[in-house]
């Protein structure tokens, strides 16, 4: 990001999952019930920082403060070989 403070979640293959809750109300509702194993990897992002999401894996982002930054999506040789698999389990968790 250029500038501000991001808190990222990220959910391995085969934990991520689709929703529409803000993710605000997910931290509230359903983050603090969460088994151990079901929670998300986390990290901040900070001005100047680059985060990189693989392929299969879910996210979900919170801004900690007025933040500007860009994202884009990119294929490389390694995600068009597993575009091939049936699933992220059977590309990820052999």
Known sequence: IAYGTKKWFMW???RAYYSTKP?????EEDYP???PEDKPLECT???????Y????WG?????????IG??????TLAHKNLDVCKSAEECYLK
Do not use: C, W
Not at 23 to 27: A, C, N, P, V
């Open 59 to 67: 996210h979900a982002v919170l801004n900690l403060e007025e933040t």
């Open 12 to 14: 391995r293959p085969g």
């Open 23 to 27: 993710i605000t109300r997910y931290l």
């Open 33 to 35: 019930h969460l088994a």
């Open 53 to 56: 999401k693989p392929k299969f």
């Open 70 to 75: 860009i994202a884009t999506e990119f294929e």
């Open 45 to 51: 992002q900070h001005s100047g920082d680059v985060i």
